[in-house]
Protein backbone atom coordinates (compact mmCIF):
# COMPACT_ATOMS: atom_id res chain seq x y z
CA UNK A 1 0.00 0.00 0.00
CA UNK A 2 1.01 3.35 -0.82
CA UNK A 3 0.52 6.51 1.66
CA UNK A 4 -0.40 9.25 -0.09
CA UNK A 5 2.91 11.63 -1.25
CA UNK A 6 5.89 9.49 -1.79
CA UNK A 7 7.23 7.81 1.43
CA UNK A 8 10.92 8.36 0.89
CA UNK A 9 11.66 12.13 1.09
CA UNK A 10 14.64 12.59 2.94
CA UNK A 11 18.52 10.73 3.00
CA UNK A 12 18.77 8.30 4.96
CA UNK A 13 22.48 6.33 5.81
CA UNK A 14 20.74 3.61 7.62
CA UNK A 15 21.93 0.02 6.07
CA UNK A 16 18.84 -1.49 5.01
CA UNK A 17 18.16 -1.51 1.04
CA UNK A 18 15.74 1.23 -0.32
CA UNK A 19 13.05 -0.65 -1.42
CA UNK A 20 13.11 -2.33 2.26
CA UNK A 21 13.27 1.10 3.53
CA UNK A 22 9.86 2.35 1.46
CA UNK A 23 8.33 -0.42 2.68
CA UNK A 24 8.98 -0.22 6.81
CA UNK A 25 8.60 3.66 6.13
CA UNK A 26 4.93 2.37 4.67
CA UNK A 27 4.35 0.13 7.93
CA UNK A 28 5.28 2.64 10.12
CA UNK A 29 2.94 5.51 8.67
CA UNK A 30 -0.32 2.71 8.96
CA UNK A 31 0.48 2.06 12.28
CA UNK A 32 1.06 6.19 13.10
CA UNK A 33 -1.82 7.18 11.20
CA UNK A 34 -3.75 4.43 13.39
CA UNK A 35 -1.80 6.11 16.51
CA UNK A 36 -3.21 9.07 16.11
CA UNK A 37 -7.02 8.42 15.08
CA UNK A 38 -7.09 6.55 18.11
CA UNK A 39 -5.84 9.00 20.43
CA UNK A 40 -8.16 11.32 19.32
CA UNK A 41 -10.81 8.31 19.81
CA UNK A 42 -9.73 7.86 23.13
CA UNK A 43 -10.19 11.57 23.83
CA UNK A 44 -13.25 11.47 22.53
CA UNK A 45 -14.20 9.06 25.30
CA UNK A 46 -12.81 10.82 28.03
CA UNK A 47 -14.89 13.91 27.06
CA UNK A 48 -17.55 12.30 26.96
CA UNK A 49 -18.30 9.65 29.23
CA UNK A 50 -21.22 9.67 31.07
CA UNK A 51 -22.39 7.15 34.10
CA UNK A 52 -21.48 5.15 37.14
CA UNK A 53 -17.59 4.57 37.49
CA UNK A 54 -17.32 8.03 35.49
CA UNK A 55 -13.81 9.44 37.41
CA UNK A 56 -11.65 5.95 36.74
CA UNK A 57 -12.99 5.61 33.17
CA UNK A 58 -12.44 9.45 32.40
CA UNK A 59 -9.03 8.56 33.84
CA UNK A 60 -8.24 5.33 32.30
CA UNK A 61 -9.13 6.81 28.72
CA UNK A 62 -6.34 9.59 29.41
CA UNK A 63 -3.67 7.06 30.28
CA UNK A 64 -4.44 5.47 26.91
CA UNK A 65 -4.72 8.24 25.09
CA UNK A 66 -1.05 9.72 26.76
CA UNK A 67 0.26 6.26 25.23
CA UNK A 68 -1.13 6.56 21.84
CA UNK A 69 0.66 9.67 21.55
CA UNK A 70 3.83 8.16 22.67
CA UNK A 71 3.62 5.00 20.31
CA UNK A 72 2.80 7.89 17.11
CA UNK A 73 6.04 9.49 18.15
CA UNK A 74 8.15 6.66 18.25
CA UNK A 75 6.69 5.36 14.84
CA UNK A 76 6.55 9.14 12.95
CA UNK A 77 10.23 8.89 14.22
CA UNK A 78 11.17 5.74 12.99
CA UNK A 79 9.80 6.55 9.94
CA UNK A 80 12.04 9.48 9.35
CA UNK A 81 15.09 7.75 10.53
CA UNK A 82 14.65 4.92 7.73
CA UNK A 83 14.27 8.50 5.12
CA UNK A 84 10.69 8.74 5.36
CA UNK A 85 8.15 11.72 5.95
CA UNK A 86 6.17 10.77 8.45
CA UNK A 87 2.19 11.41 7.69
CA UNK A 88 1.32 12.06 10.92
CA UNK A 89 -1.02 15.14 10.47
CA UNK A 90 -4.50 15.15 11.81
CA UNK A 91 -5.93 15.11 7.72
CA UNK A 92 -3.26 12.66 6.92
CA UNK A 93 -4.51 10.13 9.79
CA UNK A 94 -7.73 10.27 8.58
CA UNK A 95 -6.78 9.14 5.32
CA UNK A 96 -4.71 6.77 6.14
CA UNK A 97 -6.15 5.03 8.57
CA UNK A 98 -7.46 2.03 9.22
CA UNK A 99 -9.94 2.40 12.20
CA UNK A 100 -13.69 3.12 11.42
CA UNK A 101 -14.76 6.22 13.03
CA UNK A 102 -15.87 6.35 16.30
CA UNK A 103 -19.27 5.61 17.98
CA UNK A 104 -20.14 8.77 18.49
CA UNK A 105 -23.82 7.55 19.74
CA UNK A 106 -21.83 5.93 23.08
CA UNK A 107 -22.43 7.65 25.82
CA UNK A 108 -22.77 5.68 28.71
CA UNK A 109 -19.34 3.99 29.96
CA UNK A 110 -20.30 -0.07 28.81
CA UNK A 111 -20.75 2.14 25.22
CA UNK A 112 -17.15 3.71 24.92
CA UNK A 113 -15.56 0.44 26.30
CA UNK A 114 -17.07 -1.85 23.84
CA UNK A 115 -16.47 1.06 21.20
CA UNK A 116 -12.91 1.33 22.62
CA UNK A 117 -11.94 -2.63 22.84
CA UNK A 118 -13.19 -2.89 19.31
CA UNK A 119 -10.59 0.19 17.95
CA UNK A 120 -7.68 -1.21 20.34
CA UNK A 121 -8.27 -4.64 18.79
CA UNK A 122 -7.59 -3.57 15.39
CA UNK A 123 -5.05 -1.42 16.04
CA UNK A 124 -3.27 -4.38 17.80
CA UNK A 125 -3.76 -6.94 14.75
CA UNK A 126 -2.22 -4.17 12.25
CA UNK A 127 1.01 -3.87 14.54
CA UNK A 128 0.94 -7.31 14.65
CA UNK A 129 0.70 -7.24 10.73
CA UNK A 130 3.49 -4.54 11.08
CA UNK A 131 5.57 -6.80 12.75
CA UNK A 132 5.65 -9.73 10.73
CA UNK A 133 6.45 -7.23 7.52
CA UNK A 134 9.06 -6.15 9.21
CA UNK A 135 10.31 -9.05 10.15
CA UNK A 136 10.18 -9.91 6.04
CA UNK A 137 12.04 -7.02 5.56
CA UNK A 138 15.15 -8.08 7.75
CA UNK A 139 14.92 -5.05 10.15
CA UNK A 140 15.10 -5.80 13.85
CA UNK A 141 15.00 -2.31 14.99
CA UNK A 142 11.53 -1.83 13.75
CA UNK A 143 10.37 -5.36 14.94
CA UNK A 144 11.45 -4.65 18.18
CA UNK A 145 9.73 -1.25 18.48
CA UNK A 146 6.56 -2.70 16.92
CA UNK A 147 6.58 -5.94 19.41
CA UNK A 148 7.30 -3.22 22.51
CA UNK A 149 4.29 -0.92 21.13
CA UNK A 150 2.33 -4.12 20.77
CA UNK A 151 3.05 -5.23 24.19
CA UNK A 152 1.78 -2.15 25.60
CA UNK A 153 -1.28 -1.83 23.85
CA UNK A 154 -2.38 -5.33 24.73
CA UNK A 155 -2.06 -4.61 28.23
CA UNK A 156 -4.38 -1.41 27.50
CA UNK A 157 -6.50 -3.94 25.42
CA UNK A 158 -7.05 -6.00 28.90
CA UNK A 159 -7.77 -2.70 31.31
CA UNK A 160 -10.48 -1.71 28.64
CA UNK A 161 -12.06 -5.91 28.15
CA UNK A 162 -11.78 -6.45 32.09
CA UNK A 163 -14.46 -3.99 32.77
CA UNK A 164 -16.83 -5.73 30.00
CA UNK A 165 -16.09 -8.99 31.00
CA UNK A 166 -16.87 -8.15 34.73
CA UNK A 167 -20.20 -6.92 33.69
CA UNK A 168 -20.48 -10.01 31.86
CA UNK A 169 -19.66 -12.32 34.95
CA UNK A 170 -22.43 -10.10 37.10
CA UNK A 171 -24.89 -10.50 34.59
CA UNK A 172 -24.17 -14.34 34.17
CA UNK A 173 -24.42 -14.45 38.17
CA UNK A 174 -27.43 -12.33 38.22
CA UNK A 175 -28.77 -14.56 35.54
CA UNK A 176 -27.99 -17.70 37.46
CA UNK A 177 -29.51 -17.01 40.63
CA UNK A 178 -32.92 -15.90 38.61
CA UNK A 179 -32.44 -19.52 36.84
CA UNK A 180 -32.71 -17.14 33.75
CA UNK A 181 -30.93 -18.60 30.50
CA UNK A 182 -28.77 -16.31 28.72
CA UNK A 183 -28.28 -16.30 24.91
CA UNK A 184 -24.68 -18.11 24.31
CA UNK A 185 -23.59 -17.95 27.89
CA UNK A 186 -21.73 -21.44 28.24
FE1 LIG B 1 -8.90 15.83 30.18
Same mark, same amino acid.
Given at each position: ?? $?????????????????? #????? %?? $???????????????????????GKHFISRHQLFDSLADHLRTQADAMA *? !?????????????? $??????????????????? &?? $?????? #??? !?????? !?? +??? #?????????????????? +?????????? *?????? %????? &????? !?? %????? +???
Open positions: MT $LGNADMKFTSHVNLPADA #REDLI %DV $LNVNLANAVDLHWQVKQAHWNIR *E !RAGTLGGYAEGTIR $LAAKNSQLPEYDLQAVDGD &AH $LSALVD #RFA !RYAASI !RD +GIQ #RSEALEDPVTVDLLTQTL +GVVELDLWFL *ESHLQG %DARTT &ANRSR !RD %DVQLP +GNA
